[in-house]
């Protein structure tokens, strides 16, 4: 049951392409044969298959066009918000360490809190935006270096909320149930009536198996557009390791990212965990591995015990660096004696 479970999400999420079309492609050719001539009349069958495919068509067309429009829009925006997200980083250079260190560990925090949701659910990063802005209007210039760069920081927090309330609205404009519902109607009826077009014969069903692959793939495409995960590797996720990369921290990337091939990340990298169902994120494991080259083969593999001496991470549960079966909580500031058994990971 947890195999077909993890099946249906592959193909609902349109992680997967080549083999639902292939299995659509072969089931409509065997359909095919063996119907054979065995149908009403064709012209009826012929008329119906025009209506079907004309509002597929169109339906078809229009979606990708509007769903190709929201997703540029939402990477262009993610990408300026990102980059001024650098700025800040590299701004609070000029105030003292400890003011440093603490935004710089929230626009990390921020940058995580967005990775452990979908894109679509944008919003469920909004505490964390909203503590980064607390802690940057809390700062207290000293001197004019300071004035001049506090000012310039509060007018990228104004800039960032307004960017983040345009991401929040356009990703919210994804496909209703209903639109969804009468694309899927369309395409079985569309599918149904192209297995019974070539009346039997092995190059008519052929082709009709090529058609409804082709169909298929269409409809698995409009669905990654929908989740806003076309073209992923190139738009968010090689762009968001370069970013950790120029602000001196690991990329941080979540392991099923890199198991279902959506994005092959190389050196040193933060991969992390999630034991529980999306969108529960709490009791995720966070741990180092270096990844080597362009293989993305993993060489070397370690727990997480945070380093004094880089900036302290946020208080939760990390690999026990004593015992890596077990989970230990991390308070912020040190290790407790709190441990609990590491659950089986949930994609």
Not at 21 to 48: N, P, Q
Not at 80 to 97: M, Q, R
Not at 124 to 138: D, G, K, M, T, Y
């Amino acid at each position: 049951m947890k195999g077909i479970r993890a099946v249906i999400s592959t193909v609902a999420n349109g992680e997967a392409v080549v083999w639902p079309a292939v299995a659509a492609g072969a089931l409509v050719a065997i359909a095919s044969m063996l119907i054979g001539s065995k149908r009403g009349d064709v012209r009826v069958d012929v008329a119906m298959a025009s209506m079907a495919a004309f509002l597929f068509g169109v339906l078809l067309a229009f979606t990708i066009v509007r769903t190709r429009e929201r997703l540029v829009l939402v990477q262009d925006l993610v990408a300026k918000s990102d980059a001024a997200l650098l700025t800040v980083h590299d701004s609070v250079a000029v105030f003292d360490p400890t003011s440093r260190d603490q935004i710089r560990e929230l626009v990390d925090r921020h940058l995580t809190d967005q990775i452990d949701y979908r894109l679509v659910d944008y919003h469920r990063a909004s505490p964390s935006f909203r503590e980064l802005v607390q802690a940057i209007l809390a700062l207290q210039p000293q001197n004019a270096a300071q004035e001049s760069v506090y000012k310039e920081l509060v007018a990228r927090c104004f800039a960032l909320d307004n960017d983040r309330a345009l991401i929040e609205a356009a990703t919210g404009q994804a496909m209703s149930p209903l639109e969804w519902t009468g694309l899927l109607l369309l395409l079985t009826v569309l599918l149904g009536l192209v297995a019974v077009l070539p009346g039997g014969t092995l190059l008519g069903s052929a082709v009709a198996g090529v058609m409804a692959g082709t169909l298929v793939v269409l409809v698995v495409l409009l669905r990654k557009l929908d989740l806003l995960r076309w073209h992923e590797q190139v738009t968010i996720w090689e762009p968001t390791a370069r970013l950790f990369r120029n602000m001196g921290r690991d990329p941080y990337v979540p392991r099923h990212v890199i198991e279902s091939g959506r994005f092959v990340p190389s050196g040193q990298v933060r991969l992390v965990d999630y034991p529980d169902p999306y969108p529960v994120r709490s009791s995720k494991v966070v741990s180092v591995s270096d990844l080597g080259g362009a293989t993305g083969r993993p060489t070397v593999t370690h727990d997480t015990p945070p380093d004094p001496a880089r900036a302290l991470p946020r208080a939760g549960w990390y690999r026990d660096p004593e015992d890596p079966a077990l989970l230990r909580a991390w308070d912020g500031a040190a290790w407790t004696e709190e441990r609990k058994a590491r659950p089986t990971a949930v994609n």
